[in-house]
């Protein structure tokens, strides 16, 4: 794994560019658009002085431990952390990620705190013609508290919403692995090892 630490970047300007190339690809077919990545993190971190960002490349045991941990291989052989700061004190991080819908991609953040435990999820590109109440703050909120002990799974721990299985269920999965990135590739005390930059 190498990972890559981003500047002191001030406000959101490095983070807006890291992404600027993931918004800007986005379908223009877009059915309903919430936030840009700028806008997501101002709303998660209205206080911190700083946004910054690590890149996370997935070598061989990271890939490993992952698949081990999801179930699953991820779609991804990178990630991008945001990290938000104030003086020293990290205040948080953020994951921009997208999970497949019935037939479209769903992108979607999650704040996390510095010890790894959700405390927002947003939808920001719904793209599917039906189940856009997966952006209601009612399902939003059973997000809030999860940490990586949690199943985060649709039907356990996670309601499902009336005429939205589909999606309710995708979003589960997108935060479920959302912790364990976050919990493998920066929180484990050997993460920072690999890092880079």
Do not use: H, N, W
């Given at each position: 794994m190498s990972m890559l630490r981003g500047g002191a970047v001030k406000h959101f300007v490095l983070a807006w560019m890291v992404l600027l190339g993931g918004v800007a690809a986005l379908p223009a077919r877009a059915a309903a658009t919430y936030f840009t990545t700028?806008?997501?993190?101002?709303?998660f971190f209205p206080q911190s002085q700083r946004v910054?960002?690590?890149?996370?490349?997935?070598?061989?045991?990271?890939?490993?431990?992952?698949?081990?941990?999801?179930?699953?291989?991820?779609?991804?052989?990178?990630?991008?952390?945001?990290?938000?700061?104030t003086g020293e004190h990290v205040d948080g991080y953020a994951l921009i990620d997208e999970e497949l819908g019935q037939h479209e991609q769903i992108t979607f953040a999650v704040k996390l705190s510095p010890t790894g435990t959700v405390e927002r999820h947003e939808v920001m590109v719904y793209r599917e013609a039906y189940?856009?109440?997966?952006?209601d703050a009612r399902f939003r909120r059973q997000f809030q508290g999860?940490?990586?002990?949690?199943p985060v799974r649709a039907g356990?721990?996670?309601?499902v919403v009336t005429?939205?299985?589909?999606?309710?269920?995708?979003?589960?999965?997108?935060?479920?692995?959302?912790?364990?990135?976050?919990?493998?590739l920066v929180l484990k005390p050997n993460a920072s090892q690999n890092t880079k930059g």
């Open positions: 700028p806008q997501v993190l101002k709303e910054t960002y690590r890149k996370v490349k997935l070598g061989p045991a990271e890939q490993a431990a992952l698949q081990g941990r999801l179930g699953y291989k991820p779609a991804k052989a990178e990630y991008v952390f945001f990290v938000a700061t189940g856009q109440e997966i952006s999860k940490t990586v002990k949690d356990t721990d996670i309601d005429g939205a299985t589909i999606s309710s269920r995708s979003m589960a999965v997108g935060v479920r692995r959302s912790l364990i990135l976050l919990d493998e």
